[in-house]
């Protein structure tokens, strides 16, 4: 199935070209916050400006094996508690490492780029300018080493001081290997996710957004370590810590500052790294104001993704090789012969439009039949109990302490993560007492879901900040079983 693309020269004309200058715009009204709580003290960083300079991460030998290669990766064996999440990470090793400017972008502009990616009922003239930025900021890899990672923020071009709220989002799946990365999406001339739009729309609605990569990009030692729920969490809170210290020293120019409330947000496997962030937030930064979560589209389930849509289980079993250990799973075991041969190779080098083109939607064409059988009949945990146990621990959204209240935006045509799955998940967190909000389109498929959930999600937020987040759903959920 092909992704759903939208138009894209106009996104690379303006973000290339148009950035020449920078450009003040009108203010419109700004949010009312609640009162502020201060944070705890941010790490004393001060960062290095430069002009795209990678700073080179160490290496040992203990660290997976480039990809592409003919034997597994996984190298690495970790017990199935391999990420250490303490609140070590706010030590000052941790902080940003480069800053560059990338330009501006008007709001008039802002407005035309989102003509093309939202439909009607969703286009809303952008009240601000926006000013771009590319940070590195750092946070730890599977090893426990620290390592950078590659980020854009935007900031909304305030006419005068203002705090604004913080609005930090998760890439859905673009590919595991270093050539898929998010943010070099215009680069490489392909459409993903069109992430730079969307983090325009809303910044130019007053948000500062951030949109970080996940672990693995732009490391060409490294694949992404793809729905492994601690490490998408580590991104989703380093990277809002990195924020924050942006605005500790932030550019002469830059007239907003992040308030006391922070959203996470994703798309597809973003909105499972959205979701992990908020389980870990508790143990790994305490000190962040998460005000809500919002997942468009959201995979919370990755044994459910196996079986809803085979062309993402290579990517699967490449990562959970790669982080678990060889032990946990045997590609032989999962493929049929005819995918083994060039295994590693695809999986770790093929960027998702292509994935979908190659592997087939039709799961006896691609799983063993002994695998096939277990993964659709509820079985894996009796013949693969180790791939089925590490499965279930990136499952998300089960930490009772995670209170911040949940935005669930779904297409009703969705047929990679199907309304079923988002049943039973918005059923789990139910019944965990969470505060649960969602909202399913009608005839909208994944790839929709965030273009048409736009105003919702931004009329979910305004509720939130302005101390009136809307009622829980789950009663009514639950009533609507019954019917």
């Known amino acids: 199935m092909r992704i759903f693309r939208q138009p894209f020269v106009i996104l690379i004309i303006t973000l290339v070209f148009g950035l020449a200058c920078k450009i003040n715009v009108g203010d419109g009204p700004l949010i009312a916050l609640p009162s502020p709580t201060p944070l705890p003290p941010l790490p004393d960083i001060v960062p290095t400006v430069s002009v795209g300079q990678d700073p ?4 040992s030998p203990a660290d997976p094996v480039a990809p592409g290669e003919p034997t597994p990766v996984a190298t690495l064996v970790v017990p199935l508690e391999p990420a250490n999440i303490n609140n070590a990470a706010s030590a000052a090793e941790l902080g940003l490492t480069t800053i560059d400017y990338l330009g501006d972008v008007s709001a008039e502009q802002i407005t035309a780029l989102q003509s093309k990616f939202y439909p009607a009922s969703n286009q809303i003239p952008a009240r601000y300018g926006v000013a771009r930025y590319q940070i590195r900021f750092r946070s730890y890899n599977e090893n426990g080493r620290v390592t950078p990672i590659r980020s854009e923020i935007f900031i909304p071009r305030v006419g005068a001081p203002s705090e604004l709220p913080v609005f930090v989002y998760g890439a ?19 459409n993903w996710g069109e992430y730079q739009v969307h983090m325009l729309s809303y910044a130019g609605q007053g948000y500062i957004s951030m949109l970080p990569h996940w672990h693995g990009y732009d490391d060409q030692t490294r694949t992404h370590l793809y729905f492994i729920a601690k490490m998408e969490a580590m991104i989703m809170l380093d990277a809002t810590r990195a924020v924050y210290t942006f605005f500790a020293a ?5 007239q907003a500052r992040p308030a006391q409330a922070v959203f996470f947000g994703g798309y597809s496997q973003g909105g499972h790294g959205a979701l992990a962030g908020l389980d870990f937030a508790t143990q790994y930064a305490p000190e962040l104001p998460i005000k809500g979560v919002i997942g468009h589209a959201t995979a919370p389930n990755v044994e459910a993704l196996m079986r809803e849509r085979p062309p993402l289980g290579p990517y699967i079993v490449y990562a959970y090789l790669n982080y678990y250990g060889g032990e946990i799973i045997d590609p032989a075991q999962v493929f049929l012969p005819n995918w083994l041969p060039t295994f590693y190779t695809d999986a770790s080098t093929k960027c998702v439009d292509e994935v979908y083109e190659y592997y087939p939607t039709d799961p006896t064409r691609l799983y063993q039949p002994g695998f096939l059988d277990a993964l659709y009949t509820g079985q894996l945990g009796e013949r693969y109990p180790l791939f089925k146990a590490a499965l279930d621990q990136n499952q998300v959204g089960g930490t009772v302490e995670a209170t911040a209240p949940v935005l669930l935006l779904h297409g009703a045509a969705d047929n990679i993560v199907t309304p079923d799955t988002i049943d039973v998940f918005i059923g789990q967190l139910c019944n965990l007492g969470k505060n649960v909000n969602y909202k399913f389109y009608p005839e909208i ?13 931004l009329t979910w937020m305004q509720a939130v900040l302005a101390g009136a987040p809307p009622e829980s759903g789950c009663s009514e959920f639950f009533n609507s079983k019954f019917e």
């Open 56 to 59: 080179a991460a160490g290496q």
């Open 172 to 190: 859905g799946t673009s590919g595991i290997g270093n050539n898929c990365a998010p943010l070099d999406e215009a680069v490489h001339g392909r």
């Open 250 to 254: 932030p550019p002469a120019d830059i």
């Open 445 to 457: 498929n994944h790839f929709q879901t965030r273009q048409y959930g736009f105003v919702d999600t």
